[in-house]
Structures are given as C-alpha cells and as structure tokens.
C-alpha cells in the first residue's frame, strides 16, 4: 500500500514535470497552443509509446490511462499561465524531472522483464522509456536531441536500470526499485550540480591515440 | 450506396491532395525522385499509420490498400510533370487538402471509436490521423512542423472532430458524420481566407500577465 | 549449409558497416558516447524495426537477436578507437555497406513475402529495410535524409527489390537471392565510382516543359 503511493506520486511527478519540459520547448520556439500541447504530450508518453511499439503492447499504455492525459493537460495549462514564474521555478523542475527520469526507467524496465529478453536489451527498453520522450521532443522541433550532446542523464537511466536489473534478481522487488530509483535521481542531480557531463568524443579519441 | 460514394470520392480526393503536398514539399527543398515518392507517401498515409500503430492495427491499412498506393504513384507522377502548372492550381489543392483533412479526420474517429476509449483519446487519434502526415513530411525535411506554428488546421481537426464523436453518439452515423465533415472544411476554407491563425504563445503569455 | 554461411556472413557484414556508418555520423555532429551508440544501433537496425512495426511483427526482431547487439556495440566500440584511421578505411567501409544495402533489402523482402501483399508493397518493405536506417539516423542529428538528396543508393534497392520479387516466383530462393544481390551490389559501387546519382527534380522539370 505505502509502495502503491510512492508510485503514484512518483509517476504523478515525473509526468508532470516532463509535460512542462515539453511545454518549455514549445515556448522557446514560438510554438502555438498545439504545438505546445502536442510537445507536452510526446515529452511525457514519447518513452513509452516507443516501448510499447517495439514490445507489441497495443494499444499502447497511455490511450487507456486517463489520468496520465489529464495530468499532461494540466501542466500545459498551468505552463501557458505561469509563463513568467516558470524560470524561477526551473530548480524545483529539474528535481521534478530527475525524479520522472528515475521513475519511468524503472518502469520501462518492469515491463520489459516480462518479455524474457536479455539483459542488454532490458536495460535499453529502460533507458529508451527514461531518455526517448525528450529525443522525439527535439527531433520535432528541429534540435539534435539534447541527451546525445551533453550532461549525465540517459547515463544515470543506463546505471540506474542496470542496477536494478541485477538487484531485483535477488532481492524485493520493491528494495531493488527504491534503491536504484534513488542512484538515478542522485547521479542526475549530482551531475547538474557539478555540470558533469559525458566525454565528448573528439577528446575520447585524443585519449584512445596513445592505445 | 450514395454514402459510400461519397467516401470513395472524399477519400481519393484527400489522398490526393496529401500527396500532392509532399510532392511540393520534396520540390522546395531539392530532392530527388525517391524522396519525392517517399515523401509524397509520407504524407498521405503517416497520419494513419502512426494512428494505427498506437492502436495495434497490423499490418497497417495502407499495405494491403492498393488505391491508396496508385492514387499516390499518380499524384506524384502528375506533380512532376506539371510543376510549372501547380502553383496556378495552388488554390484548387487547397481546398483538397480541406476536404483531405475532413475527411481523414473522421475516418480516424471511426476506427478509434471501435477500440473503446476516452472521448479525448479518440479526439486525439482522430487528429493525429488527419494532421501528422503532414507533421512526418515536415521533420523529414526538417522543418519545424507546420501545424505547430501558423495557421487554423489541427484546431479544425480537433473541433471537427469533437462534434462528430457527440453527434454520432445520438445521430445516424451517415449525418453526423456528413455535417462534422461540413464544419472541419468550413473552418479550414474560412482560416485560409481570412489568414486567421492561433495565437501565439508569446502573446497569450502577455495576456495572462493580468491573471 | 554453404547458403546460410553466406547469410551470416552478409548479415554481420552489413550490420557492422551500417553501425560504423552511424558512428560516423555522431562523431561529425560532435556527440557523445551515448549520442554515438544510439546512432550506431538507429543506423543497424531502424529499417527493420520499421518494416517489423508496419507489419505488426512484434516484440521487434532486434530484441531477441544477441548477435546483432554484440556487432554493433563492437562496431561503436571500434569507430570510438579506429576514428583517426577510419578514413582510410573508407573504401573498405562503402564497400560493406553496399554489401549490406543488398542484403538486408532482400531479408526486407523475405518477410514482406510471408504476408501476402502486393509486389509494389513488397518492394516498398524492402527498401524501407535497407535505407531508412539511415533515414532514421539523418532526422535524429537534423540533416535530410541523405537517399533523399542524392547518388543511387534506394534506387539500387529498389531494382534489386524488384527483380528478387519476380525471380523467386520462378526459380529457387537461394538462386535468387544471390542474383539480385549481386545487382544491388553491383549498381551501388558503380553509382559510387562513376558518382551517378539520380535527376533533381528541377531538372527532370526542365526536361518535362517540353510535355
């Protein structure tokens, strides 16, 4: 039961706060109030449609969850109201994003384990149901996807689903959820604190000379 | 019977003037034949594809739809050899792409109706079926979707189709969906006319300042 | 026995060449690692999952393939450490992928075969298999598609397609896999040496004011 909430406001939050990325976007380019709304829509259910496209889950999840659309359609309201407080808002977003990123990894994960697929591609269905909203997002609006060039994050998806793949082999399942719940949402959180980012791969080559 | 014949002439009609479309789209950005046949593809039957991947309609329609697939080969065809002549024509294939975006738009309620879904599910479906061919087309040769930015033509959509699911729920089909095919071109013919657009978010950001 | 050796060996071929031409594309963008794995995988195995996806074949071919994964990540992990060789390489690499342009076009049309559709469809399925990886990897990094803008690339596809279709209604599979796969093979290097490519459309247009 006290598992039952924590999903639900995990899964309440990380909608939520993908949806107001989406509207973001939307904003940045000047889009019109269907632009916006579609943006917040494919931000937040882009990850797992893909998943659930590649599974055979059809129809896929979010056509019969209406608490997920409404959710969406109140962050995209509450973006176009708000417009002028969002940016001072950004640092609570970004918490609320990262604990979205965490959430929905782990799910897309608990679904691919029902597939009896291997490891590699667990962790992968994981990481396209955590990253891929956000590369559907700006492939829409015409940017390389943010997540290919710079910071920690599909790579606090990737750790994070490993992780709990190899916990919930022996462990709770809801002890290994937890834990790697709580490694995503640190690994991102540390890594916009510290502007961690991945090696680009010009400077990886400039290592891999001396090999 | 007459029903029918409607729908068939509806439907060449909007397939058609889709094709037509990415033709002209492929033509201004400078490609060549192939992607002009692929784009003219592309637009005519991505709406309908994506609608029913979601909904786990496989193989999708178009495959095993072979006047689709021949009106779209004379559409392209017909677009090469007469470039010189479609910008004369350019307020002809308008009002097709009118009658397209009625007609597709219905269509794609109809099979979402089978499926048992949300009212705002089923909107959805119906304008993502008349509207993201277009939004395909567009990230192919990466233009920011033209639906997001100018122009009523998902609203057109999305408020056709509201009426039709209300309508149908207490109408013969063959009513509702004739006079929510009226309103949806109505609206579109009156945009193009009157160059009435959504507004933007920038200004409707100025007026919530006031709020 | 010596048929399915050759099937191995043009599979990982045209794999590995396909995922070293989306690690290219990454390093050319700048990306990161992650960019740079998603491009390779995109580039592998994106006209598959699309051919599977259009066709409900699900959970997509991919997830259950090991070795397919394994090519690819070595072929990422190779471009990461080979870049300042991989130029010279080139030859070699163009040479590969025409290999695998002709195989996974005709591994396209095997499936497309077990369903029942029509020639032209057939043939689309099979194009779509061998070019929209890469189709998929230009609209992820924001360029138009590159089979779209120029060289006989598709078009090779395409003709192989079309007489593999007409072939193995006649003789022998194997035969005919092997002859039309030296066709695609053999239009895509000479379209490579001699730098053939297709008509522009404004060109072809000009030739056509004549109609």
């Known amino acids: 039961m006290h598992f039952l909430n924590f999903n639900d406001a995990m899964e ?3 909608t939520f706060a993908f949806a ?3 509207s973001f976007a939307a904003m940045e380019k ?17 990850g797992g449609t893909i998943r659930d496209l590649l599974l055979g889950i059809t129809p896929v999840s979010w056509l019969s969850d209406s608490r997920t659309i409404s959710i969406i359609l109140v962050a995209a309201l ?12 950004s640092k609570f977003l970004k918490i609320f994003d990262a604990l ?14 029902q597939f009896d697929l291997s490891p590699g591609v667990c962790i992968a269905l994981a990481t ?21 060039r710079k910071e920690i994050y599909a790579s606090a998806s990737i750790v994070g689903g490993t992780i709990y ?12 959820f937890v834990l790697s719940f709580i490694v995503i949402v640190l690994i991102r959180l540390l890594a916009i604190y510290y502007n961690w980012s ?14």
């Open 12 to 14: 309440i939050i990380g």
């Open 20 to 22: 107001v990325a989406g």
């Open 30 to 46: 000047g889009l019109d109030v269907f632009g916006l709304l579609v943006l917040a829509f494919v931000t937040s259910i882009g």
């Open 78 to 89: 509450l973006s176009l109201l708000f417009t002028k407080h969002l940016s001072q808002l």
């Open 100 to 113: 979205g990123l965490g959430f929905f990894t782990l799910v897309g994960m608990n679904k691919a384990l």
């Open 128 to 148: 396209i149901t955590g990253c891929f909203g956000g590369v559907l997002r700006d492939v829409l609006i015409n940017n390389i996807p943010l997540v290919f």
């Open 165 to 176: 793949y190899f916990l919930q082999l022996q462990f709770a399942q809801e002890m290994a």
């Open 198 to 211: 991945l090696p680009g791969i010009y400077s990886k080559n400039k290592l891999s000379r001396e090999d």
